[in-house]
């Protein structure tokens, strides 16, 4: 038996340290894009980028002065919108207000859903902190947010003029957010 | 004072581990007599340190010392005291020192039991543990120091996630983390090996006691960790290969095959190169695991503190250890020449087949693991791989594995003929046979479960038939007795560790056959399930310790004859803001009756009724497995391998 191993021994000997080379760069890329942002293994893409909202029809909130929505309100639009789910007992709802009623100072079009929100108590909230939208669903049984695949409250979408979902964020919008996000979108789709 | 004599302790042992790592190999390289002989009482040292370290952590947790930034965000002056202890490792930074606690007690255990190690080996071996605990311990220094004071102190603890407070969860990542820890002893063993380009015989009955007994804690950290999935989060299943739980089970596919492997090392003095190719990769896979749960690469139900910045460091420490542990290999594999021929038809042979297919096992859970990382980076797809993947991609693989475990220890060594060992199996293929069609019989046309019947009785009769093949059993009956006072633990341990993987898959498969039920109840009203009435009697308030519930109370009755009261609870934890569902559970031999209490509606009640067949085998079949290897371990052979210590000892008794 020969003491100096073949040449085809000695690759498989390296074939470890290449393997777990390569995966090691690979993780380093992806812990450089987690930082910088071009990496986010939590960002699962709505199923419904691109296509239109599904159908649905909601009454409005009792009290509110505001009309209900249905899905035919967000065909052929003037300007594009957002639609954000939200509810009274939702604490990120809280933090992402203030960025809505800038938004809406702003004059950007926002749909109202309250979510698993009892009327009386989503009007409750809407009054002491401000109404940002211009129009107000209520889907007290979750339907409707089962339709849009909503992963809970808060969350967004932005519907462009043909009426195609474009954007969608899970979690309180913050100003990064609208400034990263939000603001360019509403240009690009305008 | 006592933060800080922790946050001392933990330097003290960075120092004392780059000297260890030093010493030892400066001490090997010139065969000094003195140097080497500093490993041990260094490697004491180093103990010492990082105990005193971890018992400086535990104190402010026991005292609810709230100018800790690491108590305030992890503990509550009101939680049980286990549940204060058990919260100095479960944050992230708790969990490190513990890590390196159980590294530390390693080096520590390789210094007590060693004795009998050649010098120049224990010295390379107590030094690559030490630089493994430098790399840990730096890390814990740079970037997660658990001793961090806050000014001004704050009123009280946050308290700790619910969920976590529980006795399987406060013992899980110490047994996980003891199998991890261990595999780091086998790697050393490997460098050292390496470095001095020799393995031999006796090398591999040093590393298999360390294989086994880190193979056993991960089996009962994996089983323990399961088992809480299944209790404690309500969804009623045990497994979901969910990345975190894939990261725990790719250091033990690869542990289970180097213990194997390491037995071809040391009976045959063959596949050496491939198994400290395992140790390595068992090691590796261990840290590979670290890293994943760790730096937020991905996404999982388990969190740990997620930071980049963490993530990075990690990844340099897996640099350093898998890259230089490979590099290495690359390098000096070569020199070790394989000396062992055998035939594919033999008990190594068979050995070898359980490599190949363990490894394929362990390539496929790590490539559906990767995949939607890698996919996500390089094609920008976003992909998830679940259940389905795994269980097809799986099977396969474990098919042959289940045949050929019963099959392979009745094969001798060297040279084997397939068919007398086959002709000694046959009423163990009939015991398969019966399994599968007993499993028709009752449970109706459910293929996949008989086939797990099938495999069940097949491996829990190979077993048997491999003793009764050792004791002679029906050849030699009278001195069957005798025989197994004679049979070495080893070879019971083997047989027992076999028979626990069938009573395992015994319980998966009655898993397969579990029926649920969705319901909404008001008070008075029942539904079947399984032959079982469930009637829902009131919805109450109840107060805990410090979370107040609702828990229905759930009478099962089966033909009128009342059997057990069921009371799944939904508890509010104020403190933590937080809502956790606690199922009701009553476990028989036979099945476990399983409640989970959902949303109230107009008066009634969700409820989610499962009734899972066998499914406490398969923890039961786990905790065989770990007590199989345990009695294994015990094994005479095992203690004399140190055959120097094994002369002084004699030599004293002269």
Same mark, same amino acid.
């Given at each position: ?10 690759? @498989? @000997? ?12 690979g993780?380093?890329?992806? @812990? ?14 709505? &199923? ?13 909130l009792?009290?509110a ?46 749909m ?13 909230? @809407? ?42 964020? &899970? ?20 | ?28 390289? =010139? ?7 500093? $490993? ?5 040292g ?16 026991? $005292? ?18 286990? %549940? ?66 806050v ?5 009280? #603890? ?6 976590l ?11 996980l %983390?003891?199998? %991890? ?48 999935? %299944? ?31 390491a037995?071809?090392? +040391? ?5 050496? $190169? ?30 740990f ?11 340099g ?13 690359? =390098? ?36 559906g693991?990767l ?116 049979l070495?633990?080893?070879a ?7 028979? #626990? ?26 539904? +079947?399930?399984?032959?079982? $009435? ?65 949303? +109230? ?20 079949g ?27 000892? +004699?030599?004293?008794?002269?």
């Amino acid at each position: 038996m020969s003491v100096s191993p073949g040449p085809r021994r000695r690759i @498989l @000997l390296f074939a470890p340290l290449g393997i777990a080379a390569a995966a090691g760069a690979g993780f380093l890329v992806m @812990l450089r894009g987690l930082s910088s942002g071009a990496y986010n293994p939590k960002g699962v893409p709505s &199923a419904l980028l691109g296509k239109p909202v599904p159908e649905f029809d909601l009454a409005a909130l009792a009290g509110a002065d505001r009309p209900g929505l249905t899905a035919a309100m967000l065909r052929d639009l003037d300007q594009p919108l957002l639609v954000n789910f939200f509810a009274s007992w939702c604490v990120p709802c809280l933090i992402e207000h203030p960025q809505l009623m800038r938004l809406a100072t702003d004059g950007v079009p926002i749909m109202g859903i309250a979510y698993k929100d009892k009327p009386t108590e989503a009007l409750g909230f @809407l009054r002491k902190h401000g109404t940002p939208y211009q129009r107000i669903g209520v889907d007290l049984p979750g339907r409707v947010g089962i339709e849009w695949g909503l992963y809970g409250v808060p969350e967004t979408y932005l519907i462009d003029r043909h009426g195609l979902i474009r954007w969608r964020y &899970a979690g309180p919008l913050t100003e990064d957010v609208v400034k990263a996000d939000v603001a360019p979108l509403l240009r690009r789709y305008a | 004072m006592i933060a800080e004599l922790g946050h001392f302790a933990l330097a003290l042992a960075l120092a004392l581990s780059i000297a260890q790592s030093f010493v030892g190999l400066l001490g090997a390289r =010139w065969a000094d007599a003195r140097l080497m002989g500093a $490993t041990g009482p260094l490697a004491a040292g180093i103990l010492i340190a990082t105990g005193g370290a971890f018992a400086c952590l535990i104190w402010s947790f026991v $005292t609810n010392d709230t100018t800790v930034a690491n108590v305030v965000m992890n503990s509550h002056s009101a939680k049980p005291l286990l %549940y204060k202890v058990s919260g100095s490792w479960g944050s992230h930074e708790g969990s490190m020192v513990l890590w390196v606690l159980i590294l530390a007690l390693c080096g520590g255990a390789v210094a007590a039991f060693g004795q009998g190690l050649p010098s120049v080996l224990h010295a390379r071996v107590q030094a690559v543990l030490a630089l493994v605990g430098v790399g840990f311990l730096a890390f814990i220094l740079a970037t997660s120091n658990p001793f961090d004071r806050v000014w001004p102190p704050a009123p009280d #603890g946050q308290g700790l996630n619910p969920i976590l407070q529980d006795p399987g969860l406060a013992f899980h990542p110490p047994l996980l %983390y003891l199998g %991890y820890v261990g595999f780091a002893v086998t790697f050393a063993f490997a460098v050292a090996a390496l470095l001095e380009g020799r393995v031999d015989a006796a090398w591999g009955r040093w590393v298999r006691p360390w294989a086994l007994a880190a193979w056993s804690f991960l089996t009962l950290g994996i089983a323990l960790g399961s088992w809480w999935a %299944y209790y404690e989060l309500g969804w009623g299943g045990y497994w979901f290969w969910d990345p975190v739980e894939n990261a725990s089970l790719l250091p033990w596919l690869a542990g289970c095959a180097l213990l194997h492997s390491a037995v071809v090392v +040391e009976k045959r003095d063959a596949l050496k $190169t491939w198994t400290v190719f395992l140790a390595l990769l068992a090691f590796g896979l261990s840290l590979l695991g670290t890293f994943l749960v760790r730096s937020g690469v991905l996404t999982s139900v388990h969190a740990f503190a997620n930071d980049p910045a963490r993530g990075v460091f990690i990844l340099g420490l897996l640099g350093c250890y898998i890259g230089g542990g490979f590099a290495l290999f690359a =390098w000096r594999a070569a020199a070790m020449v394989p000396t062992g021929i055998f035939a594919p038809l033999s008990r190594e042979g068979a050995l070898v087949l359980n490599n190949l297919l363990l490894c394929s096992l362990a390539a496929v859970v790590l490539a559906g693991t990767l995949y939607p990382m890698f996919a996500d980076l390089l094609l920008g797809e976003k992909i998830s791989v679940g259940a389905p993947f795994f269980n097809t991609a799986t099977l396969p693989l474990v098919v042959p594995l289940v045949l050929a475990m019963a099959v392979g220890p009745l094969l001798p060594w060297k040279r084997a003929t397939l068919w007398p060992a086959l002709l000694r199996l046959w009423w163990v293929a009939l015991a398969g046979v019966g399994g599968y069609f007993g499993c028709l019989a009752i449970a109706g046309a459910r293929l996949g479960p008989a086939l797990g019947f099938a495999a069940a009785c097949w491996l829990i009769a190979g077993a048997g038939a491999d003793i009764s093949d050792r004791l002679a059993l029906f050849s030699r009956p009278r001195a069957a007795w005798a025989r197994a006072k004679g049979l070495p633990r080893a070879a019971w341990g083997a047989a027992i560790a076999h028979a #626990g993987l069938g009573v395992m898959i015994l319980g998966l498969a009655g898993m397969g056959l579990a029926t649920d039920r969705l319901v909404v109840l008001h008070p008075g009203e029942s539904a +079947e399930l399984a032959g079982n $009435t469930y009637t829902l009697r009131r919805i109450e308030d109840v107060n805990g310790a410090n979370f107040t519930a609702r828990q229905a109370i759930i009478e099962v009755s089966r033909q009128g004859q009342p059997r057990v009261v069921l009371a799944p609870q939904k508890r509010n934890f104020p403190l933590a803001r937080m809502t956790t569902s606690e199922a009701a559970i009553h476990t028989t031999w036979l099945a476990d009756l399983y409640a989970v209490l959902g949303e +109230e509606r107009e008066g009634g009640a969700v409820l989610r009724l499962h009734h899972n067949p066998l499914a406490p085998w398969i923890w039961l079949g786990a905790a065989i497995m770990a007590l199989g290897s345990a009695l294994s371990l015990s094994d005479r052979r095992m203690r004399i391998s140190a055959p120097v210590r094994k002369l002084a000892k +004699e030599a004293v008794r002269a």
